[in-house]
């Protein structure tokens, strides 16, 4: 059989089981045999039924002596199989198995089969029970070769597709494969064994040792595919021309001289780094990351100055109207008196102003916008310079959009900026095509910010601690996971509980804030806010980027298990912008040591990078390679946190390969060029 076979076309695969692979966005033998593992279970021996509970999950196996359906509250059920382990004897203690209102268990289990079954022991009573384990029915010896005394691999499966069946068929599809060894893709210092013997491996190691190998090979060519696609973007980048854009620096130096406060030596640095990116002739790709609050705006408006004073136009792109907004209302503040000439386009409004560079140009020198930048006829007769807020929130396509909009005009310079500290294995692939500048020191002069978590039933101790700050003169945020209640999570909602907190707050004024609102609605709630004319708003993460406002110094978040622990540091940056002590209250109501050991970390530390890397432990990567985001095809085997150093090896062979042939034209690297072919669809884990 080829690894391009159609699975439609194996006739021994019955036509239920193919319909169940497409579900999975299975179609060929290649696809199938790439479906890797989520895990693997050591099924060689079977241990003793346990006596005690554990917070390990364990494999057991074992016949079913006796099966029960009771049903209790009325409608609700609950299945049980008790199990015997193998050579029973007057001591043993049988293994309860229980399901609970999942009517179709019983129709599968049945007294005299022989269980596996994978779940926690836990004590009940005096019974060892596990609850909702997984499990498989086995029918033969036959089958036990392959399912039981191995190593055997678990798959993600779908509905109709039972891990048996799954790894039926992908055993026997191993067997009927052409065993011709696949080269790999992969240059020699990189490269340990045939592709084809770690294909199978994977699936069925003979050993543990086996099965490390097999995955190191198999991650290292899909770590090495993505960072030759990275490295074959960041020298199309290099090897485009364009003109310098940076002018001699006259109106940036009036700029800076105009700041009330001293730039840190952070944002000198980023900024010689930017001025050398515009003086060459090639467009400049640079991340700049740094935390809330940290100056990158400042940045950011030296970028644009040096370009406008180079005679271009620049394009400054927010992922929010509100964030679209203020920063039109800080650009004009500061280059207005440059006689820089700004425009706001937005889905909500198109506004000019106000003051030409040249007595009688009709044209903005800058554009600041929101999506609307993208898919708006806003004409850029002369674009050089394209800043975008939140890289994360837009992704590398949509990036790719606003530059390319202009296909036969040279490329601009783009500078993407993050508030969200960002890993260094994830600089390395979602943002691998781009130089990187971080702001790791914190501009002086801000308040400080206690964090504290609350049980909620203290809110009524929280409450007088809001009311002794507003009768102080300060401003608040209430900020809530969700608009409008749902019947599938028990958050609170901004839309319900605005008014109570109206009455909570009585007389301070109190305003509701949320993304259905209709943009100038919005706005003009924020421009109360801001003005100090609303006292209280009552919010949802609507305001998590950019909005800036000095005498708001305490932040409540309600169901602050609901956020993850980067999101709500961000909120947490709306507070802290002004010369006052500044308070974050985070309030659960989920008693939980996972929710309290993540919730301590925002207690200990306000560092956006010390935050985001415990982030990165307790949650690991999530999507951040998602299409949609980073424009690289989805990882099948690799995993970025636990796989750091195998990506740092492939990183650092596709950067010199690059090096010493671009073109990719020697005779040992031609075959590397099919890995650089964006396709749509196409991951990084294809056999051949």
């Known amino acids: 059989m080829e690894i391009s076979q159609q699975l439609q076309d194996v006739e021994w695969i019955p036509r239920p089981k193919i319909l169940a692979l497409r579900r999975l966005g299975i179609t060929t033998a290649e696809g199938l045999l790439t479906h890797f593992p989520r895990r693997h279970e050591d099924r060689h021996q079977f241990p003793k039924f346990p006596r005690e509970e554990s917070d390990k999950p364990v494999c057991l196996s074992g016949e079913v002596i006796k099966t029960s359906l009771r049903r209790f509250g009325g409608w609700k059920k609950i299945f049980e199989a008790t199990l015997q382990e193998p050579d029973a004897n007057a001591l043993s203690q049988p293994l309860t198995c229980r399901w609970f209102n999942l009517h179709y268990i019983q129709k599968m289990i049945a007294t005299g089969q022989q269980l596996v079954v994978f779940g926690k022991p836990r004590l009940r009573g005096s ?154 002739g090639h467009p400049m790709n640079r991340l700049l990351q740094g935390d809330v609050g940290s100056g990158k705006t400042v940045v950011a408006i030296a970028a644009i100055l040096l370009a406008v004073e180079a005679g271009h136009q620049a394009a400054f792109m927010a992922p929010t109207q509100i964030l679209a907004e203020q920063h ?50 806003v004409s850029f007769p002369n674009l050089g310079l394209v800043v975008i807020d939140e890289q994360h929130k837009f992704g590398v396509v949509q990036r790719a959009r606003l530059i390319r909009q202009r296909p036969d005009e040279p490329a601009p310079d783009v500078l993407v900026m993050t508030a969200t500290p960002i890993p260094r294995t994830v600089t390395m692939t979602v943002y691998g095509d781009l130089d990187v ?62 008014e109570r907190w109206r009455e909570r707050l009585h007389p301070w004024s109190c305003e509701l804030l949320h993304g259905r609102i209709p943009g100038p609605e919005k706005q003009e709630i924020m421009e109360r806010f801001r003005s100090g004319e609303t006292k209280a708003l009552v919010s949802t993460t609507v305001i998590e980027v950019g909005v800036d406002v000095a005498n708001a110094t305490v932040m409540l978040i309600e169901n602050a298990e609901r956020f993850g622990l980067a999101q709500l540091h961000q909120l947490r940056g709306r507070i802290g912008r002004g010369e006052h002590k500044s308070y974050c209250i985070l309030l659960t109501s989920e008693p939980s040591s996972e929710t309290a050991e993540k919730l301590a970390v925002l207690e ?39 796989d750091a150093e195998l990506m740092q090896r492939a990183r650092r062979a596709a950067t010199s390969i690059f090096a010493s042939d671009p073109g990719l034209v020697a005779p040992q690297n031609q075959r590397f060029q099919q890995l650089i072919v964006e396709q749509q669809g196409r991951t990084f884990s294809n056999v051949s």
């Open 127 to 280: 019974r060892i029970c596990m609850d909702h384990p997984e499990f498989e029915v086995i029918e033969n010896d036959e089958e036990r070769s392959i399912h039981l005394r191995r190593i055997t691999p678990i798959y993600p499966a779908t509905e109709g597709l039972s891990q048996r069946v799954l790894r039926s068929i992908i055993y026997r599809l191993l067997q009927e494969l052409d065993t011709e060894p696949i080269e790999p893709l992969l240059p020699k210092n990189l490269k340990n064994g045939d592709r084809g013997q770690a294909i199978r491996a994977i699936h069925f190691p003979e050993t543990w040792e086996s099965f490390e190998v097999a995955r190191e090979h198999l991650v290292l060519s899909e770590f090495f595919a993505m960072q030759m696609l990275i490295a074959s973007r960041r020298n199309e980048s290099h090897s485009k021309l364009s003109a310098a854009r940076g002018g001699r620096g006259e109106l940036l130096e009036k700029f800076l001289r105009s700041l009330p406060f001293a730039l840190t030596t952070a944002q000198e640095k980023v900024i010689a780094e930017i001025r050398h990116d515009l003086s060459v």
């Open 328 to 377: 039109y209302a800080v650009l004009r503040r500061w280059l207005e008196p440059l006689r820089v000439k700004l425009s706001i386009r937005t889905a909500a409004r198109q506004e000019e102003s106000f003051l030409p560079l040249v007595e009688g140009e009709d044209k903005a020198d800058v554009i600041i916008g929101t999506h609307a930048l993208l898919y708006e006829k």
């Open 437 to 498: 500048s971080t702001l790791d020191e914190m501009p002086g002069g801000r308040g400080k910010i206690i964090t504290a978590v609350r049980n909620s039933a203290k809110l009524g101790e929280v409450l007088s601690f809001l009311r002794a700050q507003l009768e102080a003169g300060r401003q608040i945020y209430v900020v809530y996971p969700l608009v409008e209640e749902s019947e599938k999570l028990e958050a609170k909602a901004a839309a319900v509980e605005y």
């Open 604 to 642: 200990k530390t306000g560092d956006g990078f010390e935050v985001a890397e415990a982030d990165w432990e307790m949650r690991g990567p999530g999507d951040l390679l998602g299409t949609a985001q980073s424009g690289l095809p989805a990882l099948k085997i690799g995993n970025l946190k636990r």
